[in-house]
């Protein structure tokens, strides 16, 4: 199974929003760590190493699990940094917790960062997300050498709303440093999705979570929208996506295929045809697995 991140919105008042989102159980088999220990050991007789819930920020809710490779090094290990979905308003870390493995036996050389961000509640909102997103990569950057990775090269990975924010990060701000992007399913343009919704709860739940409409805030929903910033100097970035997908209509990522082509950016758009969203099982998982182990082998150097 391939995690769960979407919600049905059951409820809403001027005090609460109530999401009811399903979603792999966690359970914390990892060492504590504290960002204050000594270094690691040198890296010629580093062996594999987990940590889980290191601090990332200030609030509760940015915490990171980290899973350093055997041999790893400043000089060849890459980072692959997982972002959960659950519709910007829930969900975890934990969504990735059964299939770290499966990253690790097919990209062997990375280092894998699966962190939480602030979910949209109260005063959380958009940018607040894309903000969290920010911040995990540039505590990897200022941590690298004590991890012993290579703190130019990172892959981001997100599933739905994940994605949107992975997409976001990787084209708006140009940092060199991210190599590549994988794309499940996300949302790519938000102006799109309000306007014409294939959802009658779509419009809702975008107007929760950046607190306002196209109509009051135009500008807010063109720069969360990752269609926005794509350029010839966007990273190389695999797409996939359900035929039948309910919550994220696969034009969402038709149309971001074509912003790249247009921008000559190297690319590839892999659509499953009967699979919904976010429930990806066998075949189509082992698949869209085998598609980001050579995209990332063929891309990132």
């Not at 409820?11 to 966690?26: D, G, M, Q, T, W």
């Not at 699979?275 to 063929?298: C, M, P, T, V």
Request: proline share 6%.
């Amino acid at each position: 199974m391939l995690f769960c991140f979407y919600g049905m919105w059951i409820a809403h008042s001027r005090h609460s929003i109530k999401l009811v989102l399903p979603f792999l159980s966690f359970m914390n088999l990892f060492t504590s760590h504290k960002p204050n220990e000594k270094p690691l050991a040198e890296e010629k007789s580093l062996i594999e190493q987990s940590f889980a819930n290191v601090h990332y920020g200030k609030d509760g809710l940015q915490i990171m699990d980290i899973f350093l490779p055997v041999h790893r090094s400043v000089h060849h290990t890459k980072s692959l940094i997982l972002i959960h979905g659950g519709g910007w308003i829930s969900g975890s870390k934990a969504e990735f917790s059964a299939h770290i493995d499966s990253f690790k036996k097919r990209l062997p050389d990375y280092a894998i960062f699966n962190f939480n961000y602030r979910l949209v509640n109260g005063g959380n909102l958009f940018p607040t997300q894309e903000n969290d997103v920010k911040a995990a990569i540039d505590f990897i950057v200022s941590n690298a050498g004590k991890y012993h990775v290579n703190k130019d090269k990172f892959v981001l990975l997100g599933v739905s709303a994940g994605a949107h924010l992975s997409l976001l990060q990787a084209y708006k701000y140009h940092n060199p440093k991210i190599l590549a992007v994988v794309d499940y399913f996300g949302p790519t343009d938000l102006l799109a999705m309000y306007q014409n919704p294939w959802h009658p709860l779509v419009p809702l739940a975008l107007q929760m979570i950046t607190g306002t409409t196209p109509q009051k805030n135009r500008e807010l929903f063109a720069s969360s929208s990752p269609v926005t910033f794509v350029s010839p100097q966007s990273p190389p970035t695999l797409i996939l996506h359900g035929g039948k997908d309910e919550i994220v209509d696969v034009s969402q990522s038709k149309a971001l295929a074509a912003k790249l082509e247009e921008a000559g950016v190297v690319h590839q758009l892999e659509i499953y045809p009967s699979e919904r969203h976010g429930h990806w099982y066998g075949n189509a998982l082992i698949s869209s697995f085998d598609h980001i182990e050579k995209f990332l082998k063929q891309h990132v150097k």
